[in-house]
């Protein structure tokens, strides 16, 4: 309910607004009458009403004195002028003092209560639009921990305009030190509990890793840390002399490494980058952390690995393992039946040519298939089905004689696990959208039907749905949607008397003249033809 109050020198126009009124059913509480601009001032002070109907013409300070002085002092207050002088000149100046409305006296209660009426509406939208915008500030400041981490995700993943980032420094209120930036990439390794370990306990210690970080380089002066969408803890340094840098990354590395071991049950890998400049190509630092961390498949868990140190002691002929074993999940996850055969023969040729032992060639080999079986195990999926025989994958490897033979003998492992993993996928993909064609069957008649509830319901991104869905029925969601409103509504014509606009509100449309032109599009004729063509067949 909105707070009026009238203003109006005469007594008798403000006790017979008062009286006449229905205020209550007009959605208004008339908390008071004032005779003069002078003593509205004062009372808006006090009371803060949201509308003041006002007349012109008072003495100490009329009305368009009162209204520009209210646009001062309370600038969310309306304005309703309420006057006998029939004027195009005071009507102009009315409008200029953003008053809302400029009504002639005399006026009957029905007109006044039309106009609040309308007024009321109006304020009732600035209310909605205004909590709409209050809830989305709240929400935004709720959000704004992980916003930040996505953009510095996005910043160190992909390539980002140098406009967008300094934007996005100032407005996530990140300050360097430096031209120079470098990263710390921190991944855990090993849970250390001896009671089985329950994805709740992986993402509490994930957490506490991302605490120590924090409360060990977040307090300095130009760096941030933040956690990527693969649950690694990501720490950023900047400083202006890179060799300087790189050394205080290793320090910091070493100080957030000796914290978690203390505290925690787990073994944590960091990997240092090496150091680039803050508007080039900031990626790299990125890439450097992440490939360092990588070698901890080489090296070992709960290490510390800077990069320019392998880099510095590399030797030569050394097999690219870390690239084989990233290329054979891609090609698992994405890859044909011939693509991954093409990869195994790559695989070997490049065994070949380094001229290893068959021992050395098993080690590689065996790394290999046990990625394999972890790419299974993460979708839950046993690698064992894979196999030609009772044993498992490794000591099928191991029994194998020659190089030849392991080579056919990958082909086939390999060939299986990208045809099971598509078919299983392809399983998956039939039952979410058999799951949203249910859903869309039982919800069509609600108006709110859209794809972005039927995602929800089936937990799955709009973007892949659409795609999925259409892949799956022929159709796209609203065109499948309008075809059982449509074909639901040909039932309720041909069974039931029910009017065209009821019909439209039983299929889900809350615009009747809307379903008649979407019935027409898809039947060839409006509701009514359609039912008089049924009538005539049954006659």
């Not at 601009?37 to 007349?55: C, K, P, Q, S």
């Not at 360097?176 to 089985?196: H, Q, S």
């Not at 002066?221 to 693969?230: P, S």
């Not at 869309?440 to 892949?464: G, N």
Request: include cysteine.
């Amino acid at each position: 309910m909105y707070k009026l109050v009238i203003v109006d020198d005469e007594v008798l126009v403000r006790e017979a607004i008062k009286r006449q009124m229905n205020w209550a059913e007009l959605g208004y509480d008339c908390v008071g009458a004032c005779e003069d601009g002078i003593e509205a001032l004062a009372f808006m002070a006090r009371e803060h009403a949201d509308v003041v109907l006002t007349d012109i013409g008072m003495p100490f300070m009329d009305g368009l004195e009162l209204a520009r002085e209210l646009s001062e002092r309370h600038p969310a207050a309306k304005v309703v002028i309420l006057t006998g002088y029939d004027d195009f000149d005071y009507a102009q100046r009315a409008v200029k003092l953003q008053a809302v409305d400029y009504i002639l006296k005399p006026v009957t209660p029905d007109e006044l209560g039309g106009i609040l009426l309308k007024l009321r509406a109006q304020m009732d939208e600035e209310r909605s639009k205004a909590r709409d915008y209050e809830e989305l500030k709240r929400q935004l400041a709720e959000n704004m921990p992980l916003l930040k981490e996505r953009f510095l995700e996005r910043m160190m993943t992909a390539r980002m305009p140098e406009k967008e980032k300094r934007e996005g420094w100032q407005y996530f209120g990140t300050a360097w030190k430096g031209d120079a930036l470098i990263e710390l990439a921190m991944d855990v390794d090993e849970f250390n509990w001896a009671r089985p370990v329950t994805v709740s306990d992986q993402q509490l210690i994930r957490f506490a890793v991302f605490n120590v970080a924090q409360e060990i380089v977040g307090g300095r002066d130009g760096t941030a840390v933040f956690r990527d969408r693969e649950n690694r803890v990501l720490a950023l340094l900047s400083g202006d002399d890179p060799e300087e840098l790189e050394e205080r990354a290793l320090s910091t590395a070493e100080a957030i490494h000796r914290a978690v071991t203390a505290i925690l049950p787990a073994k944590v890998s960091i990997g240092v980058g090496c150091p680039c400049g803050m508007l080039g190509d900031v990626q790299a630092a990125h890439r450097t952390a992440l490939s360092a961390l990588e070698y901890r498949f080489v090296i070992g868990s709960g290490t510390i690995i800077r990069l320019s140190d392998l880099e510095r002691r590399k030797r030569p002929g050394m097999p690219p393992v870390i690239a084989w074993e990233s290329e054979l999940i891609t090609r698992l996850k994405t890859g044909t039946v011939d693509e991954m055969e093409d990869w195994v023969d790559g695989l070997f040729a490049d065994i070949r040519e380094q001229l290893l032992p068959i021992p050395v060639c098993r080690m590689y080999l065996q790394r290999i298939v046990l990625t394999l079986m972890h790419a299974f195990y993460e979708l839950d999926q046993s690698a064992t089905q894979l196999t030609e025989t009772a044993d498992g994958p490794v000591q099928e490897l191991e029994a194998l004689g020659s190089l030849d033979e392991t080579h056919l003998w990958m082909r086939r492992l390999c060939r299986k696990a990208v045809t099971a993993i598509r078919g299983m996928r392809e399983n998956q993909s039939v039952s979410q959208v058999a799951k949203a064609v249910e859903y869309v069957k039982r919800q069509f008649h609600d108006p709110e039907l859209s794809l972005i509830s039927t995602c929800k319901h089936i937990a799955m991104s709009p973007s892949y749905f659409s795609a999925l869905f259409k892949q799956h029925t022929g159709k796209t969601f609203i065109e499948f949607v309008t075809h059982e409103r449509m074909e639901r509504a040909k039932e309720l014509l041909g069974l039931t008397a029910m009017k065209s606009y009821e019909i439209a509100y039983e299929v889900g449309y809350s615009d009747p003249h809307y379903f008649s032109g979407a019935f027409k599009k898809h039947a060839g004729d409006t509701p009514t033809d359609y039912r008089l063509k049924l009538a005539a067949k049954k006659a």
